[in-house]
């Protein structure tokens, strides 16, 4: 192999039929004047400007690029000569494949006319929005010439349907949630209209939820949606490895989108919310300040203190209506439901920014997608808020099966007007699936300040004010009463539960990279995906409580790392995943959770 003398171009130059501007061709030219002579540049220009003349209807054009060489001073001058052909209309649009949607739902996502020029670009745009939708798992288009025309073609798209949505019965299992039960119908494609209709009865190991909502994604014909939910939720936060205390919300909200872009959305939305909430009996002390009494004790028993400093026995019961002033302890701290109460009608309103370029619906492997949500409780709410909330994703091919995937979620909050914090319902919360792996849902970032109770005590029998035995309670001598020290002149108290419960923050740092990779032996892996993966995240607090555990500001040395190796399957009963992850910088308080694993609902 005789490698000879290296050529330089001299010139770059255009002929032939050019119906674009030169300028705009010449935007797609590789090589320049000067630059080494490169066979693969040429046939990447060629390539370039085809495209760019198939995109103004000019189907079948042909560029082709000739070199003059000189040898005498080793140079090369380029000439590409463009032939556009006729130009090219579009006859008709078909679909084939849809059994069950209708072919308004997918025409309306089209981006090729019929009866205008063929377009490149706008027929494969058209394609990836059919595959977008989430209804079909492939989509494939061809452009077959009219016979007897040399400037008409068809424009065939061939769709497979695949299941989107739930209907009837439903169980999944969930690591932080448990059995999860349901009955249901979730159709992101109801009747074959591409509307979205979701009723659901479900519950779980901490939640209950009925709604029913339902979505027009054309409501007009230029793509503005509707839609609305109403829904009843119950939830038991001490399920979910959350400080303990229940919520109980009934709620509705009126939506709708609005397309600025090919592939971006705004969305306006307004609901209204009726929360109740109850603070459990070691709820911590930004919940509810302690020491505090139990609920269902109505009095506390007096002893007579020996000259030894212990407490003489039968003791005397009293009601709580003759407990000495003074005898109560007052907290450091009020609680958030001692400041703002335990019920809150909230109206709020949220507007969001949507931007998608992925190739699917489901387990997309091309493109990027982000959205920036921001929604306030508007004023005379009875809780006055804001939270600003933006998630990205994007997937960077290395090769046709080796893909890089981004994620990125960001969080902040807080309370204004007469609410001086976010509330902590509304807390943002960190570790488990879809947040950093090898922790347990939920329970990074800060804990809260276990509670302290009055003590009680239960003797079978007690000394009345007349100096008489009496039992206490009834005839099994049952009744509970707060211990009074007359030495100090107040009630004791204790921490029965000194384990601090995750109490979230009103800030949130998530991010990951996964390195997508073929499962060998498998032919169809639309429906599975595996990964390793590098997570890393944590919910920070702006206003620490003075005596909260392991509360921290926004700090980059806070953050928490894991890596590991991921699987998702979609299957009959909706997406199964499983993860195994280490940890890598976990601190005392945090819970590790090596192999996690969740199973969807619907079919």
Not at 414 to 433: K, Q, R, V, W
Not at 501 to 528: H, M, T, W, Y
């Amino acid at each position: 192999v005789t490698e000879g003398e290296k050529f330089t171009v001299s010139s770059v130059d255009l002929s032939g039929d050019l119906v674009l501007p030169e300028s705009d061709l010449r935007r797609f030219i590789l090589v320049g004047e000067g630059q080494t002579f490169s066979q693969q540049q040429v046939t990447s220009t060629e390539e370039f400007i085809t495209r760019r003349l198939g995109n103004e209807g000019y189907n079948f054009a042909k560029v082709t690029g000739i070199p003059e060489v000189n040898e005498d001073d080793n140079t090369v001058g380029l000439k590409f000569f463009v032939d556009p052909g006729k130009r090219t209309y579009v006859r008709r649009i078909s679909f084939e494949g849809n059994q069950k949607t209708a072919d308004e739902v997918l025409r309306r996502e089209m981006r090729q006319m019929e009866s205008a020029p063929a377009s490149a670009s706008a027929i494969e745009q058209s394609r990836i929005r059919l595959e977008r939708l989430g209804y079909f798992s492939k989509a494939t288009v061809e452009t077959p010439e009219v016979a007897g025309h040399d400037d008409l073609i068809d424009v065939d798209f061939t769709v497979e349907e695949q299941s989107s949505g739930s209907i009837g019965a439903s169980f999944g299992y969930a690591q932080d949630a448990g059995l999860i039960f349901g009955l249901n119908l979730q159709q992101d494609n109801f009747l074959g209209t591409g509307r979205r209709i979701g009723i659901g009865l479900n519950s779980s190991r901490y939640q209950d939820l009925y709604n029913f909502s339902y979505t027009n994604p054309y409501f007009t014909e230029d793509g503005v949606s509707r839609g609305f939910n109403v829904f009843y939720r119950s939830t038991d936060l001490s399920e979910i490895n959350v400080a303990r205390y229940t919520t109980d919300t009934l709620g509705a909200a009126l939506n709708f989108g609005y397309p600025i872009k090919e592939t971006q959305r705004l969305g306006f939305s307004f609901g209204v919310a009726n929360t109740d909430i109850t603070a459990g009996r070691f709820a911590v002390q930004e919940i509810k300040a302690s020491p505090r009494l139990i609920d269902g004790v109505e009095g506390f028993f007096e002893s007579n203190l020996l000259l030894d400093g212990t407490f003489s026995a039968p003791e005397v019961f009293r009601p709580l209506e003759e407990l000495p002033d003074g005898a109560l302890t007052i907290p450091e701290e009020p609680g958030f439901l001692d400041l703002n109460g335990d019920e809150y009608l909230n109206w709020t309103t949220s507007l969001s920014w949507n931007q998608s370029t992925l190739n699917r619906g489901i387990l997309a492997t091309r493109g990027e997608a982000q959205s920036l949500v921001f929604e306030v409780a508007v004023p005379g709410s009875d809780a006055q808020f804001y939270k600003l909330v933006y998630r990205g994703e994007k997937f960077m091919p290395i090769t046709e099966e080796w893909i890089v995937r981004f994620r990125t979620e960001l969080g902040y909050g807080d309370g204004y007007g007469d609410t001086t914090n976010l509330p902590f319902f509304e807390h943002f919360f960190s570790g488990g699936f879809g947040s950093v792996r090898g922790f347990e849902s939920n329970t990074l970032g800060p804990r809260g300040t276990p509670a302290a109770l009055y003590d009680i005590n239960q003797p079978v029998t007690a000394i009345d004010e007349d100096g008489n035995a009496t039992e206490v309670g009834g005839p099994d001598g049952s009744q509970f009463g707060y211990r009074y020290d007359p030495n100090t002149g107040k009630l004791t108290f204790s921490v029965p539960d000194t384990t601090p419960d995750p109490f979230g923050g009103n800030a949130l740092i998530e991010g990951s990279v996964e390195l997508l990779f073929p499962l060998p032996f498998l032919k169809d892996r639309s429906k599975l995906r595996s990964a390793f993966f590098f997570d890393v995240g944590n919910v920070f607090n702006t206003k620490c409580s003075s005596n909260q555990l392991n509360c921290f500001d926004i700090d980059a040395d806070e953050l928490r790392y894991s890596v590991g190796v991921g699987v998702t399957w979609i299957t009959g009963f909706g997406p199964m995943s499983f993860s195994l992850a280490k940890p890598l910088n976990e601190s005392p308080e945090d819970e590790r959770e090596i192999f996690q694993f969740t199973l969807g609902r619907g079919f």
